[in-house]
C-alpha cells in the first residue's frame, strides 16, 4: 500500500501545523519533503494507493477489501 496526498498546498499545510516531538529528529519541512520525493525512483510495482485527501473511512474501506482479496 502507498498512502499520498495528491493536494500539495493541502499537504504543506498539514505539514506546518505537525509537531511531532521526537528526540534527535528534526521536524521535517516542505524543502525537505519536496527533496525526498525527488530522491525517490517512481514505484511501478502493483499496490493499492490511498489518497490522504479521500475520506478516512472510504481509504479504510478500500484498504480492508485490498488486504482480505486473493
Known amino acids: 500500500m502507498e498512502v499520498l496526498c495528491s493536494d500539495d498546498v493541502l499537504y504543506a499545510e498539514r505539514l506546518s501545523r505537525r509537531t511531532r516531538h521526537i528526540e534527535g529528529f528534526p521536524e521535517p519541512t516542505w524543502e525537505g ?21 479521500t475520506e478516512r473511512s472510504e481509504n479504510l474501506k478500500r484498504a480492508l477489501r485490498y488486504l482480505v482479496s486473493p
Open 33 to 53: 519533503v519536496l527533496r525526498r520525493r525527488a530522491e525517490f525512483p517512481p514505484w511501478t510495482d502493483e499496490r493499492l494507493v490511498l489518497d490522504s485527501v
